[in-house]
């Protein structure tokens, strides 16, 4: 079953052409390149940076 409070995030488009303040979210969340993948504690902050930059993620639920 898959930890609660946790959501996995997936860089699939570049940052190349973006905002400054989305690199930096992207940053922030802990992805480097595209298509990396990782796992994040689901809290309110995090939840903020991923609707600004949801654009560019993909977010599942993190497997068992």
Same mark, same amino acid.
């Not at 930890?3 to 690199?23: D, F, N, Y």
């Not at 992207?26 to 609707?51: A, C, F, Q, Y």
């Given at each position: 079953? &898959?930890?609660?409070?946790?959501?996995?995030? $997936?860089?699939? @488009? %570049?940052? &190349?052409? $973006?905002?400054?303040?989305?690199? &930096?979210?992207?940053? =922030?969340?802990? #992805? @480097?390149? $595209? +298509?990396?993948?990782?796992?994040?504690?689901?809290?309110? %902050?995090?939840? =903020?940076?991923? +609707?600004?930059? =949801?654009? #560019? #993620? @993909?977010?599942?639920?993190?497997?068992?």
């Amino acid at each position: 079953m &898959a930890e609660k409070g946790k959501i996995r995030l $997936t860089l699939v @488009k %570049s940052i &190349a052409s $973006t905002k400054q303040e989305h690199r &930096a979210s992207v940053r =922030g969340l802990g #992805l @480097k390149w $595209t +298509n990396h993948t990782v796992e994040v504690i689901d809290t309110p %902050s995090t939840r =903020g940076m991923v +609707n600004q930059v =949801g654009y #560019l #993620l @993909k977010v599942t639920e993190p497997s068992a």
